[in-house]
């Protein structure tokens, strides 16, 4: 399979297909990448030739039906010709090598492991993400594929977490942490004491419990959370996010010194202000990887613009670049486990 | 019993007992409180010299033992002389009206479970915290006490809620919530998606799965959480805010304009800055009462500052003062449960 092809599944998401074939034409005029565009033919081409495109330049796939963002992820499974389980079966069959996709995260999750299937040691992907912190950022998994975790999930979290960590962003050691309500030993819920003990067994550069606040200034590298509290970490860091910016505007709209410094304050913080929303948005910067899966897999926001959708192309072509899967598998391959078995 | 009498666990708390008791002459100085100082005598008379304070405005009760911050609850339960559990033994002798403690929570949920007991249908106690909106604030149960929740659990945590939103916060039909990864039913864990379904079956104006955005734009008022995801959830919700205002103060000091921005900046947005950061720190602001206990129990962080411990002891004795456990006692009598029954 050569040159490298991405699948690009166009009817997911809250702003499909518009934007999402306007992240790929975007994608498509800044690095020459070979998109797939799954999704309504018809549809299709009408957008890109509202965007002046020629519709040659994009191989297009045609899939008869799309999965809704209510819909549950058992029903979406079923929908074989949905465009994001045709962007799949194209993986599958070795067409492409990555599907992006800013649809349903249940139905991604369910149609992964529907139709590529796991990395031989891996129970439970894990929708990882990266979190800015004081200096640098961690990488957080899962961020909302597995809302009810066993100790052993945890523990693959973990060592993909390291891995990915590893190989991907070039950390030599990794710090890696289980997010809890507190350091001691004696914190965390039955799930994550038993996890911690298993964890303390491994490999790893294991270092205990951590709370938030180590995540935001720099103490650990990987932290290993369920998919319903990770998910909810990024929706609070969000909404806060928002609540400050909207407290502070009305704050400092109400003397005339007030008026003054936020006129001084939009203008020189502007950017800081977009770049903080977006590093917490995970889709907004890009698209979250689905780790443990037997191909590559990224997963943007709903909500995602034309650039975010352009740099979520970007991400998975890098991916598929860098050989991370292969390394991966080699490394699982490493550890001794074998298809069926678990890590 | 006749005045109002509220005991202070002297002892409790990381700056135990010198900003504790300073808390409590600022305490007296403002509102005339009656405390008792539960603790060390020779520690509390030194410390009141200290202040150059006449030991004999406050009463003061001798306890020998100390529970450590890092102890494991059940060990600190059965130190039957520490300031604590001391402290609980005088309110279940009716001596003291409530208790306010900045030790280990989880040592005062067992404090409380053994001396003064759980109201009638209640199974599980939760710590309550008040969290700043775009206009007035949710009220959040549990963040802290219960770290594995089942269902029933968090039904009780929604009643208990409801009624103290109605009853101290004056709410008239307080939305009731779960906090969740989204709002879809299809959302959730299994726990929260049975606990959704129980809730539909109680009288509370109860509105479903909610989100962290929904908390902070005022969308509920009571917000049901186990004590791990709420404990968490403060946490985040800290960390984020002092990670903000580092990232800002770096950004703003960059250019020339910035650096004025930041001049004006932090002028006019100081105490904005400062009434946000306390108001996200639940202690600060004044304490958390344990709500389903046979009597008035509040913690406060373990880093509180004595003017915290001053607004808990307020806030301790306002609640004493309005009638609330008896009113708690009535509507819970109401629904019909006995001692023993579950809500």
């Known amino acids: 399979m050569s040159p490298l092809k991405i699948a690009l599944d166009v009817m997911g998401g809250d702003h499909a297909p518009r934007v999402n074939i306007k992240g790929a034409v975007e994608a498509y005029k800044k690095w020459g990448y070979s998109i797939v565009l799954v999704g309504n033919r018809d549809q299709i081409l009408r ?25 549950h992820a058992s029903t979406a499974r079923r929908k074989k010709n949905s465009s994001m389980n045709v962007a799949f079966d194209l993986m599958r069959e070795k067409k492409v090598d990555a599907v992006v996709s800013p649809g349903h995260t249940g139905a991604f999750m369910a149609g992964a492991l529907f139709t590529v299937g796991r990395l031989p040691g891996v129970s439970r992907p894990a929708l990882t993400a990266s979190i800015p912190s004081l200096k640098g950022e961690a990488v957080m998994l899962d961020i909302g594929a597995n809302v009810d975790c066993k100790p052993k999930h945890l523990v693959q979290f973990a060592l993909m977490g390291d891995m990915y960590c590893r190989l991907v962003k070039g950390v030599e050691k990794p ?8 350091t001691e030993s004696s914190k965390g819920n039955d799930v994550l004491r038993t996890t911690d003990q298993e964890l303390k067994t491994k490999n790893l550069n294991y270092i205990g419990f951590v709370e938030p606040r180590d995540v935001f200034r720099n103490a650990v590298d990987v932290v290993v ?36 410094t936020f006129l001084l ?3 020189s913080a502007r950017k800081t202000l977009k770049m903080l929303r977006r590093r917490f948005d995970y889709a907004e910067h890009g698209a979250a990887p689905l780790l443990g899966i037997n191909g590559l897999g990224f997963v943007c926001h709903g909500s995602s613009s034309a650039h975010a959708i352009r740099n979520a192309l970007h991400m998975a072509a890098l991916s598929a670049q860098s050989g991370f899967l292969r390394e991966l598998n080699e490394e699982i391959a490493r550890l001794g486990y074998e298809k069926g078995e678990e890590l």
């Open 225 to 260: 959370c369920d998919g319903f509290y990770g998910n909810l970490f990024l929706k609070t860091a969000e909404s806060i996010l928002s609540t400050l910016i909207f407290l502070f505007k009305k704050e400092l709209k109400r003397s005339i010194l007030s008026k003054l």
């Open 47 to 71: 957008e890109l030739e509202r965007n002046k495109i020629k519709p040659k330049l994009f191989e297009i796939v045609h899939a008869e039906e799309v999965i809704d963002m209510h819909e």
């Open 175 to 182: 710090r890696v942490g289980l997010l809890s309500n507190g």
């Open 265 to 267: 304050f939009m203008l």
